[in-house]
């Protein structure tokens, strides 16, 4: 069984940083795209920031330059460090896996980032 569950989150401060961390079960990297979500307040979820088998990175414009996302093979977790934060960067963060042929796609249960001015 497929469990992703998210943590790191809380509070930081405009140009703090904060690492958010995915403890995966039952995931095989190499069957997944593992990507970075956010959702704030009254706003559709959109996509962070992804990362492939062999390692290729994708980031909303927003965030390049400013979050990298990684990934540990042995334990099975999924990082997104996000250096010089912003108030906009407020949401909560959902850690994805999207199947890269068929399948289920999965979610955890989000981590709230919260930034202040």
């Known amino acids: 069984q497929i469990q992703l569950a998210e943590s790191g989150g809380g509070l930081a401060q405009t140009g703090g940083s904060l690492r958010l961390s995915c403890a995966t079960t039952g995931v095989t990297f190499s069957w997944y795209v593992m990507g970075w979500y956010r959702q704030a307040p009254g706003k559709d979820r959109e996509l962070v920031a992804t990362l492939t088998f062999d390692g290729t990175t994708d980031y909303l414009d927003a965030v390049k330059g400013r979050f990298t996302i990684s990934r540990a093979d042995i334990g099975g977790t999924l990082y997104l460090q996000m250096n010089n934060l912003k108030p906009e960067d407020t949401a909560v963060y959902y850690c994805?896996?999207?199947?890269?042929?068929?399948?289920?796609?999965?979610w955890g249960q989000g981590t709230q980032v919260t930034v202040s001015s």
């Open positions: 994805n896996a999207r199947p890269i042929s068929w399948g289920a796609t999965y």
